[in-house]
């Protein structure tokens, strides 16, 4: 038996493919910059996609649809590139996770 869905779940499902589709390089260059300034104000990581959610003016763009799939990563304990998969190319997920494991072992290298 097949769940009906309202108009309304269609709806943001079709609003969510399509940002999926539309989500560019430029957006992503523009989404990178916009957190690497809140990051290097000294933001948390998601204190600063949330400033990037609350920022952004259209509910239904695909910057937003990115930004809440980080934010919903976050919250279960992942980390930025799991938040951004199926968003970006694979080779940009590779190197944000190697990134995100050189920052967690960077303390480590300073051990004596």
Do not use: H
């Not at 499902?13 to 957190?35: E, K």
């Not at 609350?54 to 304990?77: E, F, H, K, W």
């Amino acid at each position: 038996m097949t769940e009906k869905r309202t108009w309304r779940e269609y709806s943001e499902s079709l609003s969510r493919q399509l940002a999926l589709r539309t989500f560019s390089g430029n957006d992503r260059i523009s989404l990178y910059d916009d957190l690497a300034f809140l990051l290097e104000n000294q933001f948390k990581l998601a204190d600063a996609i949330s400033t990037l959610i609350i920022s952004d003016r259209s509910a239904n763009s695909p910057r937003v649809y990115c930004l809440q799939d980080i934010a919903a990563a976050l919250t279960c304990g992942m980390s930025l590139d799991k938040g951004l998969r199926g968003w970006v190319p694979e080779q940009e997920l590779l190197l944000l996770g190697a990134g995100s494991v050189t920052v967690t072992l960077l303390p480590l290298s300073d051990a004596p």
